[in-house]
């Protein structure tokens, strides 16, 4: 009799534990933009298949969750402006009427960056035509979507490590003032949109002088420059906490907008950090080990560094205008792929099903 007793107990207990997940499991999930809807704008970085909304699932996934967008490749010189005096702006205006239809805000990204540069670019070989590229680009692409984009990453990755200025085909052609003239010629040719100097990195002392040091420059000469975009590649373990904040408040010091734009904690092995795209490693297993799955012990470590992450920019709302994620689930992440070709990443917040990870759930919790 008691032995009956306790399986009845156990089974309705196993019922209505399987009822509880089932009704977890239908509630819609909690919009990212809306949690933070009174902090800042949460964003994220959309492929051309995602533009394309070839995966109306996802479409709506992206719909719900995030209410800024930034393009994670196709407004790249390479894409837009593929031959001389020929651009392609098929994508760029659909994602510009994605976010329209959505109610997204629209980053663009990006007007001069060293990398993705069309062919054409690369072999030029005398100033005056890369000046006149890179005059005639600025106005074309920057003009185009004036009024319509909420700000423009004008320049990305200007400067080396150690806060100098990196040596690209621009400095060498036209001079370390370049990255002044490009907000001259973006300022006129939108004034209506916000204009963002974006890095990676340059949350770490020495690149943050460098950045100071351009900012100040371009302040100097009468020029408009509205906020300054720390990337946020950072890895799990690892996230510079202290030298994350210290740069937020020495940016808005400078009465520049803080965004935080290309946000993922890598939790894969790999000995420098950044993001410098020329930089690879070559395969190797031990590289990639958890093509079979993650242990939950790093998806709660990952979810701690995110916690904290966004306890800190919670903190300084006030300086802190977006939060964007590079990619909307892991398995779209660039990570999957760099510095080592055919890895499985797991840097986002929410993983290859669109499934919530301990990380959503520990952003999340700060609001409750
Ligand atoms: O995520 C982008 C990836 O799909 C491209 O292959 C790569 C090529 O340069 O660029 C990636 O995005 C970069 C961004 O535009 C600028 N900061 C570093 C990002 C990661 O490399």
Redesign the pocket.
């Given at each position: 009799m008691r032995n009956l007793f306790y399986v009845l107990l156990a089974s309705f207990f196993f019922l209505s534990c399987s009822a509880q997940s089932k009704n977890k499991g239908s509630q819609p999930l909690a919009g990212l933009k809306d949690v933070f809807s009174n902090d800042f704008l949460i964003g994220t970085?959309l492929?051309a298949e995602q533009i394309r909304q070839t995966n109306p699932k996802e479409s709506e996934f992206i719909r719900n969750q995030f209410n800024a967008l930034t393009a994670?490749?196709i407004m790249?010189s390479e894409i837009i402006h593929p031959e001389w005096g020929r651009y392609d702006f098929s994508l760029a205006d659909q994602i510009l009427e994605l976010s329209k239809k959505d109610n997204q805000k629209l980053i663009g990204?990006?007007l001069i960056?060293h990398?993705?540069l069309p062919a054409y670019v690369r072999q030029l070989k005398n100033a005056d035509s890369v000046k006149m590229f890179f005059e005639e680009h600025i106005h074309t692409v920057a003009s185009r979507y004036d009024g319509k984009v909420l700000g423009w990453d004008v320049v990305?990755?200007a400067l080396n490590e150690d806060g100098t200025m990196r040596k690209t085909i621009f400095l060498d052609k036209l001079g370390p003032d370049y990255v002044t003239e490009a907000f001259r010629l973006a300022q006129k040719a939108t004034p209506n949109a916000e204009l963002y100097y974006?890095d990676?990195n340059n949350e770490q002392p020495k690149k943050r002088a460098g950045c100071i040091e351009i900012i100040k420059k371009i302040q100097a000469a009468g020029v408009r420059i509205d906020g300054v975009g720390i990337?946020g590649?950072w890895h799990l373990g690892k996230v510079p906490f202290k030298d994350i904040e210290e740069s937020i408040e020495a940016y808005a010091a400078l009465g520049l907008k803080v965004m935080i734009t290309?946000l993922d904690i890598e939790v894969l092995p790999r000995n420098f950090s950044g993001?410098d795209?020329n930089q690879r490693v070559a395969s190797n297993p031990s590289l990639n080990p958890y093509a079979n799955g993650i242990p939950d012990s790093i998806l709660q470590k990952q979810a701690k560094d995110y916690e904290d992450l966004f306890r800190l920019f919670l903190k300084h709302k006030d300086k802190i205008s977006r939060v964007t994620f590079?990619?909307v689930h892991d398995g779209q992440s660039?990570l999957n792929?760099?510095p080592v070709r055919g890895r499985t990443n797991y840097p986002l917040v929410f993983d290859r099903n669109l499934q919530p990870k301990p990380s959503y759930d520990a952003i999340i919790k700060l609001k409750k």
């Open positions: 970085a492929s994670e490749n790249k990204h990006t960056w990398s993705q990305n990755e974006n990676y990337q590649h290309e993001a795209v590079w990619g660039w792929g760099w």
